[in-house]
């Protein structure tokens, strides 16, 4: 079945250390890739995405992804952790037919809660 | 420029009735989709409207439907509520239906359902 999958519901870091938040996918052609942030209260924010082309996405505020196919991952990255990026991030896929064609459905993961101690 | 709009913020109703969420999508932007997110899970898709036209439904029974108005603000109504329908209704506008252009979502509407 097509699925998205976030493996950890909740991670905590220390305030300056690196991140890593795990997405992989199971679709028959390589969907359209992002990743969103969510701080309470407030709508989803698009952090970046991925088409085609380099499997190293840069996007805002400092969070790079990047695009493995042969894990079928889409893993988010962030070397330095501010105690502002605690929030809740998504995962998300709009998925293609065998042409490439997409229609703008996102399905979305269950989410990670990052916490960030001081 | 104005972002996404969504109106109520809050709602609370009961089992049964009926409800309709509004959402002003931002200028220049000709399509609305329509997302449900359940506590401590992911946005689910309902729908797509583009120009006014159903463009893609997920996988909601029909007692959710929608509108998208000639200047492109859309309602998401939900008829015989029942408690699972307790969540945040997103919704999110885009400059067309294509996946390559970003989908700005608005803070979402929370109903609760008793």
């Known amino acids: 079945a097509q699925s998205v999958t976030q493996p950890d519901i909740h991670i905590t870091v220390s305030e300056g250390a690196s991140l890593e938040l795990r997405c992989n996918y199971s679709?028959?052609?390589?969907?359209?890739l992002f990743w969103y942030v969510q701080s309470p209260g407030q709508g989803l924010q698009l952090l970046l995405k991925y088409f085609s082309g380099d499997t190293l996405v840069q996007g805002i505020k400092g969070f790079e992804a990047e695009f493995k196919r042969s894990q079928s991952s889409f893993n988010l990255r962030k070397p330095s952790v501010h105690w502002s990026d605690a929030a809740e991030y998504f995962c998300?896929?709009?998925?293609?037919?065998?042409?490439?064609?997409?229609?703008?459905?996102?399905?979305f993961g269950q989410g990670t809660i990052l916490t960030v101690h001081p | 420029e104005t972002g996404v709009t969504q109106s109520p913020t809050h709602l609370i109703k009961t089992r049964g009735q009926q409800v309709t969420l509004r959402c002003s999508s931002q200028?220049?932007?000709?399509?609305v989709s329509w997302y449900q997110q359940a506590l401590g899970q992911g946005p689910q898709f309902i729908f797509q409207?583009?120009?006014?036209?159903?463009?893609g439904r997920g996988n909601f029974p029909p007692r959710f439907s929608g509108l998208q108005f000639p200047n492109y603000s859309s309602e998401l109504n939900v008829n015989a509520l029942e408690l699972d329908d307790s969540a945040l209704y997103l919704c999110?506008?885009?400059?067309?239906?294509?996946?390559?252009?970003?989908?700005?979502f608005g803070p979402g509407t929370r109903l609760t359902v008793l």
């Open positions: 999110a506008s885009s400059f067309d239906w294509q996946p390559y252009n970003e989908q700005f």
């Open positions: 200028s220049g932007h000709n399509t």
């Open positions: 679709y028959g052609a390589t969907p359209y």
């Open positions: 998300a896929v709009a998925p293609t037919n065998a042409g490439g064609t997409s229609y703008g459905k996102l399905t």
């Open positions: 409207y583009y120009r006014e036209e159903e463009n």
